[in-house]
Structures are given as C-alpha cells and as structure tokens.
C-alpha cells in the first residue's frame, strides 16, 4: 500500500528547501561542496546558493592572451605586436548522482530538482511591464562560483565565490541508453540516477588584476588563482596608493620628458646644465 502522507510530507520537505534559497538536496556534508550562486534573481526574497555534490569533479583554468600581430614593413622580419586582453575561462565538469536504493527516492527527486535548477538559473531576470504579456530584461545572468581553495576570490585570506558568467552549460541524461540510467523518485516519478554536467564560465575579476610596481594585482597577492595559505598583502589599499602608483588626483610628469626634467632639475636647484634637441632650438634647462 503507497504511504500517501509520507509522500506528502516528502515532497513538502523537499520543496520547503528549495524555496528557502539554499538550494540543499540530500548531500553528504563530508564532501568539499560545490557552490553556485546566481546575482541576477532571488527565491522568496532570499538569495539563491546551489550546493553540489560533485562526482568525478574535472576543474580546467585557462587563460587566453589576445594580441595581434601587423605593421609588417620591409626589412622587418617580425610585425608589430600589438596587446589587447588577457581573458580567464574556467570548464567545470562533475557528475550528480542519486541512487533510489542508496540514498532513496527523496535523494533522486532532490538531484533532478537540483538539475533543474542549474539550466533555469541561465536565463535572465525579467520586469514584468504594465501592458499585458510583456516584459523588459531586468538583470543579466551573472554567478559566483567557490569551490574549496581552488575556485573563488581569496584576497586577504578569504573565500569568496569568483564572479563572472555561464557561456555555456550541458546537462546530458546518461551517456548510452538512457532508460538504464532511470530510478524512482517521489511520487512515483522516474528520473535519471545520474546527470553529467558541464560549465564552461567567463571569469569577470572584481579586482585590479595585473602586475603593479612588481606587484601583482597591486598588493601581492599569492592567492591568484589557488588559494595557497599565505597571506601577502603589501599594500593594502591596492594599486596607486602605497603600491607606488600614482594615486587619484595625482599629476606626475611622464617619466623621460622634457617636462619631468625640468620638474627634477628644480627640485634639486641643479640648472647647470642645459637639455637641447636637434628639433628644439631653444634650450632648456636640467640636468644632465
């Protein structure tokens, strides 16, 4: 005989979960979680974070340089190299898996909620208009994603999900027959026991992100990309502050200049000396 109000009650449980914004099915907490949380929407109000148990994680961190090469001249073996962008992608690959035998029906009906979750979280945020059937983009989809101390934002020691957006995502049902990877699920549903998943992410950095005066990053960090442990932070206020860098409202004259001589020669009251071009007849003063 089917226990209705157990089935009642197990739907409820795993409902009330997946509307309280922390998106939890029946997890093994031992397991280093995989988090995903979208900026761009809320559930009830509450911000979203999807917790993963990932089977067979893969993480692939890469790193594209753009620079083109032209101005090619005669006499000129290599053209002129030109620096354009330094993009960061990550690919994330894992499996969810939930067995009707081993972690029971709620775990099965969790885990495709859960899949469902991932591809609904890709699409945009939308404000509906007051004309009927109509609606404007509100919030593209944007994420954080942590996991462990490989990926997330790790200044200063912290742990914070790295930002930036989902190109593309792959949910595949089963690799080979389909039917043999189906289980029961509450309510007597049949669902996959297994969900092979695929991210690919654009890293979009909330932080300064390049070398500053030696340093990268501007403080020095040794936390880009891995968390390591050790925390180098060498100037704290960031780049153009104690990192050497001129700061904001600071005019400093281009170093080599005419102008930066001049500056340099005043401040030391050596005028002895004069600066001459062969384009400049007049001569001005500085120092040698």
């Known amino acids: 005989m089917v226990d209705f109000k157990n089935i009642i009650k197990t739907t409820k449980d795993i409902a009330a979960v997946f509307n309280g914004g922390t998106v939890k099915g029946v997890i093994d907490d031992d397991v280093e979680l995989l988090e995903i949380e979208p900026l761009h929407t809320s559930i009830n109000g509450s911000n979203i974070v999807v917790l993963i148990e990932p089977v067979d994680l893969s993480i692939d961190n890469n790193v594209n340089v753009g620079m083109s090469v032209g101005g090619e001249f005669y ?48 699409y945009p945020a939308y404000t509906a208009t007051a004309k009927q059937n109509t609606s404007v983009l509100k919030t593209p989809p944007f994420f954080r994603i942590l996991y462990g101390d490989l990926i997330g934002d790790f200044k200063g020691g912290q742990r914070k999900g790295l930002p930036g957006f989902i190109s593309g995502l792959s949910v595949s049902l089963g690799r080979g027959n389909v039917g043999e990877n189906l289980n029961y699920g509450v309510n007597e549903t049949v669902l996959p026991v297994e969900y092979t998943v695929s991210i690919d992410f654009q890293v979009l950095h909330d932080h300064p992100v390049g070398w500053y005066d030696g340093k990268f990053a501007g403080d020095g960090r040794t936390n880009f990309p891995f968390n390591t442990g050790v925390v180098i932070n060498q100037t ?53």
């Open 75 to 122: 006499g000129r073996v290599d053209g002129i190299a030109t620096y354009k962008h330094t993009r960061r992608t990550l690919r994330v690959g894992f499996k969810m898996v939930k067995s009707y035998i081993l972690n029971g029906a709620e775990a099965v009906s969790s885990n495709a909620m859960t899949a469902n979750m991932l591809q609904q979280l890709v």
């Open 236 to 288: 704290a206020d960031g780049p153009g502050m104690a990192g050497g860098n001129p700061g904001a409202g600071e005019k400093t004259a281009v170093p080599e200049s005419p102008s930066a001589v001049v500056a340099q020669a005043n401040e030391s009251g050596n005028s002895s000396m004069v600066l001459n071009t062969q384009n400049n007849p007049n001569p001005v003063k500085g120092i040698k």
